[in-house]
Every structure is written in C-alpha cells, then in structure tokens.
C-alpha cells in the first residue's frame, strides 16, 4: 500500500517530499490515512519517552511551580515554532514537527544536570549524549510493536533527529550512533535536511524567549535588566513607548511575543534567500550544502548570543540554580553507582536484563539508559527509597 504524500501542497524546491521517503527500517505497509511523516509525529507522541517528559526539567525542577516549563512544555514549544517556520518555507510540516517533538525525548531527570552526571559515570563506557539516547529510544528502548524495537521511524525522521544541529564527526560521534549508523547509514557527514534545520532553529527560539519568562518568574532577573542585551532593549522601548507602565506579566508576555516574531522573520527572510542564491533544488542540494542553509542574519545571530550569554551568567549559572543543579547530579550518580553495585536494588525486568549482558560495559549502559529514563520525580523517589538522606532541592 503507498502511503499518502504531504499534508502541504505547495513545497519548495528542496523540501522533503513524504512520497519521495527512503522508507523505514522494518518494512511496514502504508497508511491509507496519513503520510508517512504524519505517521511518525503520532508514533512519537503516544511514546513512553515522550510522556516522561511532562516530569523533566528545563530549567527549573518541576516542583518550584506549576508555570515553568518543563522538558515537555519546551518541546511542545518548539514544535509549534518549528511547524509554523515550515508553512512560512513551503517546507513539509509534518517531518519539521516529528523532529521538534522527538529532538529532547533523549533526556536525563534533571535537564544538563542529570547528562553532565551520566556523562561522567559513563566515561569509561563510552559517555552519554542525550541526542544519542533520544536516537536510542525511537530505535531501540520503546517496546510498543510486535515485529520490532523502537518506533520504526522513517529514513528522515531518524536523520533529522540525529543530524539536526549538524553533521556527526566521527571521532566525536556517540556510541550508539556510530553503532546504529553500521546497520542504517545516516549520511552522518552531511547535513540534515531543511524541515530538521528549522526544528533546531526553532529550539533556540523557544528556549531563549521561554528562559527570559521563567527567570523573570524565578526572580532571577528583573525587566529592567533586560535593559543591557540589545536584542531586548529596543523591544523593551517600544512597548513602553506605546504602553505606558504595564504589569510586569503582560510586559514580558508582549516582549517574548514581539522577540518570537522578530526572530521568525528573520530566520524566514535570511533562509528563503539563502536557498534562492544558492539555487536549491533537491533534498540532496540540501544534504551535500557544505553548511546549515537555515540560518539567522548575522546581525541576528549576534544579537541571540548576546541574549544567551546574560541568560548564562543571570539565570543558568545563578548561586541558586548551580546549587540545585549540583545536587541533582550528585542523585543521579548516587543511583547509577548504586544500581551498578547491587543489581537487586533494579525493578525485575531490568536486573534480568543487566544480569543478562556479557560484560561490564553492556551492563553498565543498561543501567544508564534505566537512570536516564526517570523522571524527576521517580528519580527522587528512587534515590528516597534506596538512600538514608536525599538532597533537598531548594
């Protein structure tokens, strides 16, 4: 059975083409009622690893509010930008989506806390990347259909999720890439295609805009601070100009709308010329590019690492938040070397399985993908129910 084309009729030169897909790993039959694209944005949302999500950090541990976002309001974020971006492109929507909602379901309990604890436990065994393990997931750690591991995504799926901030060095690449990438040739030296540049794309969209809300909410920050980036500055201006004194909540929602809105439009502008100049035509222009096609003004692009770097100094590397984030790691390693050295202390399913592998390194990246799995929330209960103390994370 052929499965249904794009949702969107009109794509441009250079844009993936759902009837045009690579196909999947394990053969399967066509959809009658979507496109295969549209098949594995569904096949990603009723994922195990995507629902944990609702429970892991972006920045702040779910349990200081309920308005901050959390690893899957982020996603969900960045999904919603992503897809508008590719309507703005006549690109194909669908795949552009599939990789935003999967680009994170790799992540650790804890946000980087958690990775930077994996990473250094797993050293020796080959470090952990939480773009590897979001690979991982899909291809390998759901257990949903009979004939196979993982979620069966397509060819495009998997490349975008893998290659979306770039091609893979291989002296750099992951582990579990490099191992995958021997039975399913990613093109790791290439680049991605369109519809996965803007999901990266949109990601730093959301995060810078959405980080400026929660250290605000945090008291991390103040709107007069905001002052100092230039990005913000002439927005923060603007508004006053027009508005007079607004409440601090509809001031903020106003500027991370019209920021949103100004890095939108320019990522639009600058992508469609770039793609005009360089006289894209196919997926495969767009693959052997030599760089990302999708891409900010320069004038843009230094005005959002102007942003990145007061929200690094103000909000991600604060007293506070460094001191929460240390003791998120110092659980995380708890429990790793704790499962390691008493496989009894696991749930039933996984000791058998560790107890199954055939030497230290397969049993020890069994228990990292168990560790990197939890939640916040089931992580602390974890580390509560195996541990006298548990750190207070305030």
């Known amino acids: 059975m052929t499965e249904l084309g794009s949702s969107f009729g009109n794509l441009r030169a250079g844009a993936a083409v759902a009837s045009e897909s690579q196909g999947r790993l394990f053969h399967e039959d066509g959809c009658r009622m979507r496109s295969p694209y549209q098949r594995d944005r569904d096949r990603i949302i009723h994922s195990t690893a995507f629902r944990r999500l609702t429970h892991k950090t972006q920045v702040f541990i779910y349990y200081e509010g309920d308005h ?16 508008s971006l590719a309507r703005m492109l006549q690109l194909d929507e669908d795949l552009t989506e599939a990789v935003a909602l999967a680009h994170d379901l790799g992540h650790s309990p804890f946000g980087h806390a958690g990775e930077r604890a994996l990473n250094r436990v797993m050293k020796v065994f080959g470090g952990f990347d939480h773009n590897a393990q979001s690979l991982k997931h899909v291809t390998l750690l759901e257990h949903k259909y009979p004939l196979f591991d993982g979620l069966n995504l397509s060819y495009e799926c998997l490349e975008g999720i893998v290659k979306h901030n770039g091609p893979l060095i291989s002296a750099f690449t992951p582990c579990y890439i490099s191992q995958f990438n021997e039975t399913y040739d990613l093109g790791l030296s290439t680049y991605a295609l369109l519809e996965a540049q803007v999901a990266a794309l949109a990601d730093d969209i959301a995060y810078s ?49 019209r920021l949103i809105t100004a890095m939108v439009e320019d990522m639009n502008k600058t992508t469609s010329q770039r793609l005009l100049n360089q006289q894209i035509e196919s997926v495969d222009d767009v693959r052997c590019a030599g760089e990302a096609l999708v891409q900010f003004s320069p ?39 704790k499962y390691r050295n008493n496989t009894e202390a696991l749930p039933h399913e996984w000791q058998e399985a560790v107890l199954a592998q055939p030497d230290e390194t397969g049993r020890a990246v069994l228990i990292c993908d ?12 974890e580390h509560r129910r195996l541990f006298d103390a548990t750190p207070e994370l305030r």
């Open 299 to 337: 004038a843009m692009s230094q005005g959002i690492k102007e942003l990145r770097a007061f929200l690094f100094n103000s909000v991600y590397r604060d007293d506070w938040v460094m001191k929460v984030m240390g003791r998120a790691e110092e659980i995380v390693t708890d429990l790793f070397e």
């Open 209 to 257: 805009n959405h980080d400026i809300d929660d250290g605000l909410r945090a008291g991390l920050i103040v709107p007069n601070d905001l002052e100092t980036v230039p990005l913000t500055k002439e927005l923060l201006h603007d508004i006053r100009r027009i508005y007079g004194n607004l409440p601090v909540g509809r001031l903020v929602y106003e500027l991370n709308r």
């Open 370 to 381: 168990f560790v990197a799995g939890m939640t916040d929330r089931y992580a602390l209960l």
């Open 68 to 83: 901050y976002r959390t690893r899957l309001t982020h996603t969900l974020e960045v999904a919603q930008i992503a897809r």
